[in-house]
């Protein structure tokens, strides 16, 4: 047995050495070849990254405003308008001189500075702008620029090297260099509250000034805009996928801003309780929770209760998914959008309108369901709970009060929440809520839809017998 032991002990003993000896071989391989194609990326393209400086005036007031009776002067006397200044970075992507940075790096400005890495500096203007991205056009006058190669950030690999250059702290022409770590990440862009999901992940260093800068793959492609970091996470920064920045330039050189496509559904993710009151059996797509009146679906026949399955043929696989779907179209284009309904799948075909305002730009509700009991109290709808809670419904049963710590409090409901169906029948009154609430069986999952704030939604609670 003791040489048994011996035996095993040496064979991975030189297994170890053998994978330690292919390690070194590998690196020794492969290091000396990155050494020499980053410097080779950074004299090919170092010469189209700008660093861009914006000035605004805003206007302080004095700290001795409080005493301005004291000194006989009026309040305006004791304010006064300083210039804040921001740094950035940007590329130049058209010889003509058209360069592409973040909005925010440009946001307010009344005065914008491009310095090019040879010294040169020119004044630029803003073309166009899209805050829910982040992304923004300047133009300097100025012809035969050198210009940056638009890669694939969908051919991207995660694990891939990727290099940064840009002007952190005003440090001009900084390169970092790091790895693709994570693609499709949701990150709230902008000063919307609305996410992207989309954006690409990398533990280059970005640091404050790197904003709008490119972000490269080994072939000195542009793959993404540096965009953002996460305040005292270090070697995690985001970076704007550059076929999202492609799919509205011209809208933003043309137009000076992007017009969206507009769907007109609230919809919220498909979880297996709902999915199994709907007859599917699948947990991908987006439910619509509701249907906004005159808006394209409403037009196209939607229900509330579809559960949209792929979009031109593209698999929805969750509402943030569905949300970039209808955003990368254009107002007018005919979408056809496979449902799922009454059990079986069903197509539709809806002509996309102008989204006239970013707050309503499909809004998903996310309510994580728990399994646990049922714990609620609900009354009919009367005018002084119509005056308490704010909602203008006549129809349907409001909750009174949700039990702390209990199922229908873990599941997201809250006092003013009004009932509209439960398990897809009408709950017009209290009596009519706790008949079919009698039906389901201990364990079973209730699928109550509910009226919030003008809004539907469908919010799952388990139940369980009453003690």
Known sequence: MFKNKKLNYGFLLSMFVFFTLSSFSWAATVLPEVNDIIPDIVDRVSHSVVNVNTSKTMTVTSPFAPFAPFFDQMPEQFQREVPQRGLGTGFIFREDGYILTNNHVIEG??????????????????????????IAVVKVEAENLPTLSFGDSDAARVGEFVVAIGNPYGLSHTVTMGVLSAKGRA????????????FLQTDAAINPGNSGGPLLNLDGELIGINTAIIPFAQGVGFAIPINMAKSILDQLIEKGKVVRAWLGVYIQNVTPEIGKQFGYEGTTGAL???????????????QRGDIILSVNDQEITDTKQLQNTIRSLKPGDSANIQVWRNGEKKTIDVQLEEL????TVMPSFEITPEKVELGMEISEITADLQQKY?????KGVVVVLVTPGGPAEEAGLRAGDVILQINRTDSTSVEEFKTVLAKIEPGDTAILLISRAGRTLFVPVKAIEKK
């Open 288 to 302: 619509v929770a509701d249907v906004i009146e005159n808006g394209p679906a409403a037009k196209a026949s939607f």
């Open 187 to 198: 990150v709230p862009s902008g000063d919307t509250g609305q996410e992207y999901e989309n």
């Open 109 to 134: 400005a009344d005065e914008i500075k491009v310095t090019l890495l040879d010294g040169r500096e020119f004044n630029g203007k803003v073309i166009g702008a899209d805050p829910l991205t982040d």
């Open 356 to 359: 006239e305002d970013e707050a």
């Open 390 to 394: 704010g909602f203008t419904e006549s």
